[in-house]
């Protein structure tokens, strides 16, 4: 699996996105429905903070603890991030 950037199309990050839920539910990746809200597939919050620290830590953003809640879908997760890479001036305080 490769590594995600800010220069990463949408379907490069969709796909990266899929593989980390995927091996963080011990699920393989073709049966995550990346329209599906994560929670359906018992995502708990330890899978989601480690989740968050690989986005951080991959495209150099830090985002809010609650990001998987209110972008409850890899769809959802993947167009938020988008628009921070290209805006990241709405990023704020996140704390």
């Known amino acids: 699996m490769a590594d995600i950037t800010r220069e ?6 969709t796909l990266w996105l899929t593989e980390r839920v995927a091996f963080y ?3 393989p990746a ?8 994560l ?5 708990d919050s ?4 480690a989740i968050l620290t690989e986005i951080e830590d991959n495209l150099d953003l830090k985002v809010d603890t609650m990001l998987l809640w ?7 997760l993947v167009g938020y991030l988008q628009t ?5 001036e709405l990023l704020g305080d996140i704390g």
């Open 25 to 27: 539910l011990d699920t």
């Open 39 to 43: 929670a359906g597939y018992g995502m």
């Open 30 to 37: 073709e049966k995550i429905d990346r329209g599906a809200e």
């Open 70 to 76: 209110q972008y409850p879908t890899i769809n959802d």
């Open 84 to 88: 921070l890479i290209a805006e990241p």
């Open 8 to 13: 990463s199309s949408a379907e490069e990050l």
């Open 46 to 49: 330890i899978c989601s903070m």
